[in-house]
Every structure is written in C-alpha cells, then in structure tokens.
C-alpha cells in the first residue's frame, strides 16, 4: 500500500492543473497517506474488500474516467493499468499463489510486440500498482471502461498501450474469466443471456469491448498454425465456436432490427455502435481464418431456422429479386454486404447471376452487338486488339467469327457457342507461361528467393493458382495489358462462362479489396511462408542467420537485392526486430512487388460489373465462382438434368450405352472435353447442370444429318439399307444450343470409338 502513494501523487502532479479537482485529490491522498501509515503497523489487516485504501483507489479509478482526455493520462496511466493484470514478476515471492497458467512467456505471444520502455522507477511502481489492483477483481469494469475512454479520444481508435496490455499481460485470459464467472459458461443455450448483458449491462459491455479489442490484435499477429494450436484464449475448439457463433448472432440482429423497436434503439447506443465495430472486425477476421484453415463445421456461419425464425421465413418467402434488393437496393439492411456468409453459397450465387443478367441486358441494350473476327492462329493478338477496339463497348453483345488456320471463315453463326469458345480459349492462352503475363503459385517457390530462403532446407506445396508475373512492371504497356485481362475475366464472370484457369486466393483477395499478410503467403510460395515461421519460432540468437532487412529477387534472369525499408541493406535482423521483417517480407512478395499489376487487373474487371456483387463471396468462393471446381464432373447430376429430343428416351438403350460410357468408360479429362464439344464449356456450371442454359440435350440423328425431318417408316428404310454409313457417322454439336447429336448407334463399343474421335478432333464451326 505504501508503494502506491508516490504513484499516485506522481500522477496527480504530473496532470494538468484542470484534469482534477485538486483540492478534493489532495484530501483523498491524505486519506490514503493515513491508512497506508496504519496498515504499516497491522500485518494482517488486509483482507477486507471495503478498506479506505480500495475506496480511494475506486475513487480515482473513476475521476481518471471522467478526466481520460488529459495528455498524461493517455500517455502512461494506460501503461500503469496494463500491468495491473500481470501475474508475472519472479522476483517477488511473497504472497504469490503461483498462478502462472498465462505466464508471458507463451509461445504464440512471445514474438509479439514489446511494451514501450520504461524507467526502473517506473517499472517497480507499476508492478506496485498491478500486484494490488490483482487482488481485486471487482476493478475490471473501471479499468475496462478506462480503456475504451482511451480508445475513443485515441487517433484511429488505438494507442501504444493497447500493444503493452495486450501481449504483456495475460488480460485475454482475466477478461476471459471475468466474463464466464459474471454470465456463465458460454454455450448455445446462454447466448441469449450473454448478448443481452453485452448490449444492457454497461459493467459487461466495457470488459468485453476490452476483450473484443485486444484478441482483435492477437488474431491480427497469430499465425494460421498458431492459432489452430493455441486458440488463445480459449481452452477448446467449441469455446471458439461458441464464441464466433455469439459474435455473428449479435452482428446479426444489429443488422435485422426492426426500426423503431427497442432492440434497434439499443443498438443505436453510442456505446453499443462502437462495441459493434470492433465486433465487425473480429467475427470478420475469424472468418476469414475459417476460409484458410476449416476449423468450423458445414454452414457454421449461415442462419439457420432455429437462431433466427422471424427472418428465415420472410427471407423464405422472398424472390431472387427482391433478395437482390438486400444487396442493392435503397432500403437494403446492407445484410449481404456486411456478412454475406450467412446466406448459403447457392443461393448468393442465384442471387449474382440475376444481378449480372439485369447488368448484361442493360448494357446489351446501350453498346448494341459487335462482330468481332479471330484467327485462331493468332488468337491472344486479336482477342487484345478486338477488347482494346472495342472499349466500353465489349461490354455489349458479342458475336466471334473464327478464322482457321486455312485462312478460311467458320460459317457457324454465333449465337452463344463460338463466343463462349473465345472467351475460353483467350483466357487459356492468356494465361499460359509462354506468355509471361502471369505465373503460378506452385512455381513460384522455385523462382522466388529472400535473404531467409536459407533458414530451412524443407519445402511445401503452394497454392497453383496464377497472379501476376512481378517482371512486367519493366515492359512498357504492361498496365493496360494487365486492364485488358482484367476486362476478358470480368466479361466472363458476367456471361456466366467458368474459366479452366484458376487464380492464386491471395489475388482474388484483391478483387475483395481485402489486405494480404503473412498467412495469405502460403498460398503464393508455401516454402517462403515455412521459413519465415521457422524463423519467427528460432530460439538462438537471430543475427547468427546473417539476415538484413533486403530481399532478393530474380528479374528475367538478373538477380537484385532490395530494401524493404530505408536503409534496410545495413540493419540487422535480431531477435527484437525479427517480426518487423518477416511482416516487410510478406508485405513486398503479396502486395509490393505486383502493386501496379494488381491494380490494372481490378480496373479493368471493375469495369465489367458492379463490385459490390462480388464482395458476396469470400476467396475461396470467388475461385468457385471464377474458375469453378477442378473436380471431376457430377455424371449423376449431368444425367437429371439432359433432355431428349427426336426420338431418344432416357430407356434408350443407346441412351444407356452413352452414360455408362461417359460414367464409366471416359477419363476425367476426356468428360471435361465432351462437355467442351457440346457447349464449349471445359467446366460444369456452378450451381450444376440445372442452371446450363438451354438444357444439356441428346439429340437423335439420321445418317444423313441434313434431312432430319423424315417420317418414321423413311428413318426405318434408312437404317435399315445404309447401316454400315450410319455407324461410320461421328457425333457432332450444336454448341449454341448445348446439344449432342448422337447417331443411334448399333453397338456399344462403336459409340465409344466414335465418341472420343469427335471430342479429340478439335473441330471449328463449320455448317455441316
């Protein structure tokens, strides 16, 4: 007790003379002076919760409360409270009840942020001061309330203390406990009892906006593994669930509240709004963990019946466009721009392809339709100047004329199928190596090199996704090539055509305008991101490494050192600084080195459609929605989902030959090519064969494809006098209609040859 009055008096006389009503503090001290004097003299008189000393500290807790916007405060009472929920000082041993289950010295947080420095007379009064308030958990709410004073007259919502608390105390697990012991365990059935003294309780809501603030930047320094291992502060894997279930169903009904309610008045509380915007941050970040490493169940983050009745059945009852209207509409609750994850995956994608369609059609209407002639020997240099020609126009209607290799025009008319081909077979050109524009993840790690390519001799698998080749930024039209291809994937998107080509997560990441750190570099260079992480775990001395603040990169063939900060070539990476570099690292590889790349990208797939529709997804469902699935086709699906036509039944038993043969008979490769024959499409659509558009169909033919309309008895002459044409006949398609024509052969076996010599002919549009 006697070590806290210079404390106090220090912090009294360094205020400024209108922070505190000095008269009262100086009476108040004496107070505090007197029953130091006396308790000096009574050894064991400290065990009552109501003394004089835990008044007047009450007291001054809460005129420091009113008084936050003092500079002094702001600068260092935040420091001196931060160590009140420290439990570790080894050389003080008496009075301790060892309990060190959230020493410092935790892994995960031992490479985190150090505190700011301070003096030795500092440092012992602070732990003065923090070996008291331990005793006495009833100040959590003050202290917590302090804080948030702190963070609200704080630039950007933050302060250096806010780093000290965080990781130089063990405040995760106090706050943690403080909660479970005032609401209860946290579990599905307690979460309306939790959320209700989160938003009600003032006592409540100040601790866990405290906690929400600071596990904010423990998830913003945990690694994916370290995360998955310590799930700070919590002691399970359900714990954590709970804990993001209850931060989405909050998030939730902020968002659903009826207007004028009392809900949505609570909800309007200054103190809620900023309570809510810490809470976005943290479910948002949690979710975004989820998408990189799985840690929740199957439609974890939708809303089912059971938590949300109410809305479930109104959005039930609700058509695509009026749930379009929740995206986009004037009085949208912005529902599916804030969390758009709790809407299943399909039907945000219904949701996409209404809004795309009303787009299209619009600007179908406004550029009118443009012809648009390719030799397929120089496809990538007319595909670019055909887009460049074009400008906003190539977001109208389009119909491609090919040019084979002969110098002959295909005379089939485009009515969807050669432009799908196009704009299939641009992007696969686009995108190949030979090229050079874009790259691949999986390779990435045999090209890259950093000065910390030495600190581990393992490597693993990288995503093998493509993003841009960093070495374009030397050639001199690279950014409106790179808008180029931005446009042609956009034009794609909107168009529904699912692309072969997958791109890398960490740049569809920029498509989302989200922010890439060092767990996102996994799926750029796998073996990068593996020797970081040793580096930020080694437990000898850092500067044996021989590492500098430079990276070293191959450029075409020339190899060059940079800085990753001023003067970076002369500083040498420590113990201390280590995580500076490894957070610079991971910075110039995801963001730096393809700055100007990237952005050119996301212009020029802008200018294809409204961003606000693809921020619906998350990366690895903007992939889906891109690229769509490099899984094997669904035959079972591809099946329901065909019509027959011209005499062919599902009972057919040529029908019967065909899909055992495509099920059982065709490689992975060769489905994906016979459905690239019938509908020019490499890949499945995305919500399945139900939403192809027209129909998969089957169509019977004669021998003679050009007389077609014959009666039945004619058709029965014909096979029966020219059998041996009829089963020479190849399959053919007419791709604008998504159908197979299919000869009904006698055989199966001649089906299957004459099947996999169509769909490896690589044939054009000719008219038959």
């Known amino acids: 007790a006697m070590a806290l009055v210079p404390l106090l008096e220090r912090l009294l006389s360094q205020c400024p003379p209108d922070a505190f009503a000095v008269s009262v503090h100086q009476e108040r001290m004496a107070k505090l002076q007197e029953d130091a004097a006396d308790e000096s003299k009574e050894d064991n008189e400290q065990n009552s919760t109501k003394s004089p000393i835990v008044f007047d500290v009450a007291q001054l807790l809460d005129d420091l409360n009113e008084q936050i916007g003092s500079i002094f405060v702001r600068r260092h009472f935040a420091s001196f409270v931060s160590v009140a929920f420290s439990e570790e000082r080894k050389t003080d041993t008496d009075d301790d009840d060892n309990d060190n289950n959230h020493s410092n010295n935790d892994t995960v947080m031992k490479y985190a942020f150090k505190p700011s420095e301070f003096t030795a007379e500092d440092r012992d009064l602070v732990y003065q001061f923090g070996r008291f308030a331990q005793k006495h958990p009833e100040y959590t709410p003050q202290m917590c309330e302090m804080y948030a004073r702190l963070l609200r007259c704080s630039p950007d919502h933050n302060f250096g203390g806010m780093s000290i608390l965080t990781f130089s105390t063990p405040i995760l697990a106090s706050l943690w406990t403080w909660l479970t012991i005032d609401l209860g365990p946290l579990t599905h059935e307690s979460h309306q009892i939790w959320q209700g003294s989160i938003l009600r309780n003032a006592q409540v809501r100040s601790v866990f906006h405290l906690f929400l603030v600071c596990y904010n930047q423990v998830l913003f320094v945990l690694e994916d593994e370290e995360f998955e291992n310590s799930r700070i502060p919590f002691d399970s894997r359900s714990a954590l669930l709970a804990f993001a279930n209850l931060l989405k169903l909050v998030l939730f009904a902020s968002h659903t509240a009826v207007p004028e309610s009392e809900d949505s008045v609570v909800f309007q509380h200054r103190d809620n709004v900023e309570l809510l915007l810490v809470l976005e941050k943290v479910l948002e970040e949690l979710y975004r963990r989820d998408v990189r490493i799985a840690f929740s169940p199957h439609n974890f983050w939708t809303i089912g019946a059971d938590e949300a009745p109410e809305w479930h059945r109104r959005w039930s009852k609700m058509s695509v466009e009026e749930r379009a209207e929740e995206l986009v509409g004037q009085s949208s609750t912005k529902l599916l721009a804030t969390m758009p994850y709790v809407v299943p995956f399909e039907e945000r994608v219904q949701i996409l392809r209404h809004l795309l369609t009303r787009g299209r059609r619009h600007d179908e209407q406004r550029f009118g339709t443009n012809e648009v002639i390719v030799r397929r020997s120089h496809l990538v240099q007319d595909g670019f100047d055909a887009v460049s020609r074009l400008g906003d126009r190539f977001a109208g209607k389009l119909q491609v004329k090919f040019v084979d290799r002969n110098g002959m025009v295909e005379e089939g008319i485009d009515i969807g199928g050669p432009f799908t081909e196009f704009m299939t077979s641009l992007c696969q050109e686009v995108f190949h190596p030979q090229y050079g524009l874009f790259v691949s993840a999986s390779s990435s790690s045999e090209t890259s090199s950093s000065s910390s390519s030495s600190t581990s001799s393992s490597s693993s698998k990288a995503d093998s996704g493509f993003y ?51 767990s996102d570099l996994k799926s750029m260079d796998a073996e990068l991101h593996k020797n970081l992480m040793f580096l930020k775990t080694y437990t000898g001395d850092v500067q044996d490494l021989c590492l500098t603040f430079t990276v070293t990169d191959d450029v075409f063939g020339e190899r060059r050192e940079l800085e990753l900060k001023p003067g970076g070539a002369d500083i040498d990476v420590t113990n201390d600084n280590r995580v500076q570099y490894i957070y610079l690292v991971a910075d110039y590889h995801l963001n730096r080195k393809i700055r100007e790349q990237s952005r050119a990208f996301v212009e020029g797939f802008a200018s294809m459609l409204d961003m606000r529709y693809i921020r619906m ?27 027959y036509q011209f005499g ?53 033919v004669d021998a003679d494809e050009q007389n077609v309309a014959r009666t039945w008895l004619s058709n029965f002459i014909k096979r029966a006098t020219k059998k041996r044409a009829y089963k020479a006949k190849l399959p053919s398609a007419a791709t604008c209609f998504n159908t197979l024509k299919l000869p009904a052969y006698s055989s199966k076996s001649v089906m299957e040859e004459k099947l996999r010599m169509a769909i490896n002919m690589k044939a054009g549009f000719d008219l038959q």
């Open 617 to 643: 997804f998350n990366v690895a469902e903007l992939e889906l929605v891109i690229s769509g699935t490099g899984a094997d086709v669904d035959v079972d699906d591809w099946q329901r989902n065909t019509v």
């Open 468 to 518: 841009p080749n960093p070495a374009t930024n030397s050639l001199p039209d690279f950014y409106s090539t790179m808008q180029l291809v931005g446009k042609i994937v956009g034009k794609a998107v909107v168009e529904g055509i699912v692309l072969e080509v997958p791109l890398a997560r960490f740049f569809l990441a920029k498509l989302l305008f989200q922010s890439c750190f060092v």
């Open 648 to 700: 062919y039944r599902a009972s057919d038993r040529q029908i019967g030959w065909f899909w055992d043969i495509v099920r059982k008979r065709l490689t992975m490769d060769e489905r994906r090519r016979l459905l690239r024959f019938v509908t020019s499409r490499t890949r499945a659509p995305l919500t399945g064969f139900a939403s192809l558009d027209p129909r998969f169909t089957i169509r019977r």
